[in-house]
């Protein structure tokens, strides 16, 4: 059921953009391009034969889109259709019926996925409340371990913030940009108004607090979430360009709800990819995806954090001061099943932009903030990953030392296993 234009059309006017839908169901709400339809290459079929994918694509008249240029270049083996609807919903369920001879089709919507949480019917707030400025100097310096192994971290987020060319004392060397700034986090620009955006910030906080837990560690930041949000396509396109490039943990400090709860098509096509490659250093006992669990409060599954093949993180509150136990779960933390560890997500403490926000009750960012949410739970986590693995032999599998970390903790009902935080 399409939820109807008002809610949608305050996000659309919020984040000054027409390139979103929203869309519910019997299972709630999910986020979506407009009229865009995923169909895994394999499950297409023919228009030839009546029954399938191809052939009712082609009775609605739907168009074939391209896919962008690196994913194509790749051999991605999703197909990208548009369709003349209001709400394509009913036709992806009917696409999905499964075939006498075969499976249920792979079909989605091309689903957003966005910094974590909607309040209200709003995926694009960044985390649980607005970040607090705190002195540069307050925030925790991590301990160094063994270098051995060089580990590479990839962060899939808002970008990083940097004033000039340079990057700050504390990330020079260690972080690692593309040229011509297309991964900088660009600030105060939907609207231009004297004020941090949403999710402004988000990326250099979560790259702060991986380098933070993992001292040994550099991080390759993308720039993917646009407004706070990033449709699956883009998404897979980062996570397959990252682990090309040699980052053997990716951080996706974000998520989101798809259509009947079923598997986001694209993004499950490129940890698909990323798990079958079977080059040296390369596959699924080298890679280790790390998602947020969602800000939700709620217990409905999170994508892409509930694909086996990724992490779910959920949050806690601060460790007590002897470090030996947190001290409890906030409420607006999702969990679940799905989840498979938790860690610190509240008031963690990491660098963050220089910023002074005009007008009345504006704050002013000195480079550092206290902020909470999964998503920085789930950075901590990486990090912490990053960390074990940087004293281990350079053939050490990554997924084996994650395991491992994650066997250290007490294992807690719908939240995983408890992983120390930041102390």
């Not at 074939?64 to 999703?78: C, D, I, N, Q, T």
């Not at 209200?120 to 051995?148: C, D, F, H, Q, Y």
């Not at 990326?203 to 390759?220: D, E, N, R």
């Not at 790390?290 to 949050?315: K, Q, T």
Request: one cysteine or more; a negative charge; charged letters at 20%.
């Amino acid at each position: 059921m399409h939820s109807g234009p008002d809610a949608a059309a305050v996000v659309r006017e919020a984040l000054r953009r027409d390139d979103v839908d929203l869309s519910s169901g019997p299972l709630g709400e999910h986020w979506h391009r407009p009229r865009e339809l995923l169909v895994h290459a394999a499950d297409y079929g023919s228009v030839e034969d009546s029954g399938s994918v191809a052939a009712s694509l082609s009775r609605w008249g739907a168009e074939e889109r391209p896919l962008p240029p690196a994913l194509k270049a790749r051999g991605f083996p999703v197909r990208r259709f548009a369709v003349n609807l209001p709400s394509p919903d009913d036709l992806v369920r009917v696409l999905r019926q499964p075939t006498p001879t075969g499976p249920e089709p792979r079909v989605s919507l091309n689903h957003l996925m966005g910094a974590h949480k909607p309040i209200p019917m709003n995926p694009l707030k960044a985390s649980v409340g607005r970040p607090e400025p705190i002195p540069a100097n307050s925030v925790p310096v991590g301990t160094p371990g063994e270098p051995g192994t060089a580990v590479r971290v990839g962060v899939i987020d808002t970008g990083f913030a940097a004033e000039g060319a340079g990057l700050p004392t504390w990330a020079a060397g260690r972080v690692q940009l593309r040229p011509g700034g297309v991964d900088r986090d660009p600030l105060d620009t939907n609207p231009t108004d004297g004020r941090l955006d949403h999710a402004d910030g988000h990326g250099t906080f979560v790259t702060s607090l991986v380098l933070q837990a993992a001292p040994h560690a550099s991080v390759v930041c993308r720039r993917v979430l646009d407004s706070g949000i990033a449709d699956e396509l883009t998404v897979a396109e980062a996570m397959l360009d990252l682990r090309e490039a040699g980052c053997t943990i990716l951080n996706l400090s974000f998520g989101g709800y798809t259509l009947d709860d079923a598997p986001p098509v694209a993004m499950t096509a490129a940890l698909d990819m990323i798990s079958a490659d079977q080059r040296a250093g390369f596959g699924r006992n080298n890679t280790v995806v790390v998602a947020a669990a969602g800000n939700y409060g709620r217990r409905r599954i999170v994508w892409p954090a509930a694909h086996d093949d990724v992490l779910a993180v959920a949050a806690l509150e601060a460790d007590s001061s002897d470090g030996t136990q947190a001290s409890g779960v906030p409420d607006w933390t999702d969990r679940g099943w799905w989840v498979d560890a938790c860690t610190q997500g509240v008031d963690l403490r990491g660098y963050f932009v220089t910023f002074t926000e005009s007008g009345k009750g504006g704050e002013q960012f000195t480079g550092a903030a206290r902020w909470s949410g999964t998503s920085f739970a789930t950075a901590w986590l990486s990090g912490q990953i990053a960390h074990a693995l940087s004293g281990r032999p350079p053939d050490t599998p990554v997924r084996q030392v994650a395991a491992e970390l994650l066997a250290q903790g007490p294992f807690i009902p719908e939240l995983g296993y408890r992983v120390a935080g930041q102390q």
